[in-house]
Every structure is written in C-alpha cells, then in structure tokens.
Antibody, heavy 124, light 108 residues
Framework: QVTLKESGPVLVKPTETLTLTCTVS??????????VSWIRQPPGKALEWLAH???????SYSTSLKSRLTISKDTSKSQVVLTMTNMDPVDTATYYC????????????????WGQGTMVTVSS | SYVLTQPPSVSVAPGQTARITCGGN??????VHWYQQKPGQAPVLVVY???DRPSGIPERFSGSNSGNTATLTISRVEAGDEADYYC???????????FGTGTKVTVL
C-alpha cells in the first residue's frame, strides 16, 4: 500500500523557518517514474503547488516562493523535506505532500497519491 | 506563468450531467489531471492524462481535452459527488505544476 504522511509543527511564529517532513511507504524515492511534490491550501482557498523533487534529485520551485523554499530527499529514510523560511501569517495553510507518477515523462504525471495534510498556523 | 481558469461553481440536479471546464492557452497540447476534494479531506485523483480513470473511480467520471479547454464530465450525478474539483497540468516551459482555480459542484 502506497502512503505519504506529513509531519511538522502545528504552530510557527512569524519570521521563523518551517520544516516539514513527508515520509513515504510502498514505493522508493529512487523510482525513475515517480517524484514528490509539496502543495499547500490556505483555508477556503485553492491548491497551490510549491516544489517537487525526482529520483535524479532534479528540483523545481514555485516562482513566487523560490527564494524561501528548499526541498531535499533522503532515499534511505524514504523522506522528503521542505523548508520554508521567513514564515508569515499568509503562509497559514494545510500543507500536503503528493506522489507524482508519470509513465513516460515523469513531470507530466498526475499526483496519484496524497498525504492527509498537515495544518500549519503562523501566529505570534 | 501558465494560468488555468475554472468556473467558481456548477450546480446540477441528481441524475443529471455536470460539466466542469478548465481553460488554458493551448491546453490541448498538455496532459490534464483532475482532482476531487471533499471538505476536510485531501484531494483525490479522479481523471489523469485527459481521460483515464484510476482504479476505483466510477465510469461516471470522464474527461476530454482539446484546443484551449479541458472538460471533466460527471454523468448521473449523485449527492456524494458534491465537492471541489481542480484541474492540473505541468507547464514544461517553467517546469512548474499548475492547478486551476477550482470549481465547487453543488448537487441540488
């Protein structure tokens, strides 16, 4: 069974750095047809893609947040980590990690499995 | 940056057909994926690669994509289909994944 699970703080203060961990099971982060993305959703708003990472360590970031984001993976631990610096109340959202699965061009693949999400509130 | 536009809401009576559009520049050249999100839950993939369904998704969910519009069609709508729906593509020019603005489907 393929699962992803997000973990991290529920509450962070403004200007702090957020570190979220996505622990995956049922597949390997070294699989060339798969990758992992982070996606967030502020309360009552739409989904927003943040970053992705693939088996060859190729990474991409949302243009608007690129300066604040870092994504990395530890294949041996089956974990993908996202850090976001200089947190602000507008960053309050549910943060999801999701698997990308693409048969031919992996980047074109769909987010076929999602974690349950973790709600992060930014407040002093 | 690439933009995907969806109608904010669609209302449909039980048993009827709901069509949700997703507009984007030459979206017909891209692979479009659709997600269903019920309140308090994570999104679920319902259609991938324009028109394929993951296992476990009813045949009532179908998709098409041509020109500047992709469409998710829900046939024989049921009360349980009430949810937010999002389209999504990968924009190769920016190496970014892009989500649509989302459509709330209300079953009357």
């Amino acid at each position: 069974q393929v699962t992803l699970k997000e973990s991290g703080p529920v509450l962070v203060k403004p200007t702090e750095t957020l570190t979220l961990t996505c622990t995956v099971s049922g597949f390997s982060l070294s699989n060339a047809r798969m990758g992992v993305s982070w996606i967030r959703q502020p309360p009552g708003k739409a989904l927003e893609w943040l970053a992705h990472i693939f088996s060859n360590d190729e990474k991409s970031y949302s243009t608007s947040l690129k300066s604040r984001l870092t994504i990395s993976k530890d294949t041996s631990k089956s974990q993908v980590v996202l850090t976001m610096t200089n947190m602000d109340p507008v960053d309050t959202a549910t943060y999801y990690c999701a698997r990308i699965y693409g048969m031919i061009v992996v980047e074109e693949g769909a987010f076929d499995i999602w974690g349950q999400g973790t709600m992060v509130t930014v407040s002093s | 940056s690439y933009v995907l536009t969806q109608p904010p809401s669609v209302s449909v009576a039980p048993g009827q057909t709901a069509r949700i559009t997703c507009g984007g520049n030459n979206i017909g050249s891209k692979s479009v994926h659709w997600y269903q999100q019920k309140p308090g839950q994570a999104p679920v993939l319902v259609v991938y690669d324009d028109s394929d369904r993951p296992s476990g998704i009813p045949e009532r969910f179908s998709g098409s994509n041509s020109g500047n519009t992709a469409t998710l069609t829900i046939s024989r709508v049921e009360a349980g289909d009430e949810a937010d729906y999002y389209c999504q593509v990968w924009d190769s020019s920016s190496d970014h994944h892009v989500f649509g603005t989302g459509t709330k489907v209300t079953v009357l």
